[in-house]
């Protein structure tokens, strides 16, 4: 089984990595954003649980998503392993992750952090040309970024859990690096 996390800033490449990972792996790439997209299509328990909260323009609580979580653990495609994508976002997420996964006999192996700088992030967001990438924008989402997972980063690097990838370089050389962290898992 090969159970991991990966963390990265707005536009540091997970979604490319993870996609990458999850096939190396064959195991599935869970992002807590299509886990809500999905069960409020579905309008499942939980997804019409979590609409109300998003209708009034809060956030989801957190036993909501640990709940989504545990429904998409249960799956069978995740019974090899798993990537969580955007997950857990604070350090109490973290923990009531942690009791989850204890619940379920599974563990997180690796947390890969793909660490880019601030300026870095500006340049190829701005670079995007999105309407909504305006640089206030960018940095009020790095801001945001770096008070919720700057101690949840700690938090599992204090656990010997944290491998971190220069997610500046190249795609092949952020995904070579990962796939050096990920090896010993795999053999």
Not at 19 to 39: E, K, M, N, W, Y
Not at 123 to 133: A, E, N, Q, S, T
Not at 156 to 165: A, M, S
């Amino acid at each position: 089984m090969a159970c991991f996390i990966l963390f990265g800033p707005p536009g540091a490449g997970k979604g490319t990595q993870a996609a990458l990972l999850s096939g190396l792996l064959s195991v599935p790439h869970i992002s807590t954003g299509d886990l809500f997209r999905a069960a409020v299509s579905e309008k499942s328990p939980l997804g019409v649980k979590a609409q109300g909260y998003l209708d009034r323009g809060e956030l989801v609580p957190d036993e909501v998503v640990i709940d989504m979580i545990h429904v998409r653990l249960a799956q069978e495609d995740a019974q090899k392993g798993w990537l969580l994508d955007g997950f857990p976002r604070t350090v109490p997420q973290a923990h009531a992750l942690d009791a989850l996964l204890t619940s379920i006999d599974q563990t997180i192996d690796v947390v890969l952090n793909l660490s880019v700088s601030d300026e870095f992030l500006l340049d190829r967001l701005l670079g995007r040309g999105r309407k909504d990438d305006t640089e206030d924008v960018i940095r009020r989402r790095l801001q945001v970024y770096h008070e919720q997972t700057a101690p949840l980063i700690q938090f599992y690097r204090d656990r010997n859990q944290l491998t971190d990838v220069d997610g500046s370089s190249p795609v092949e050389v952020v995904t070579a690096s990962i796939e050096e962290a990920v090896k010993p898992l795999l053999a």
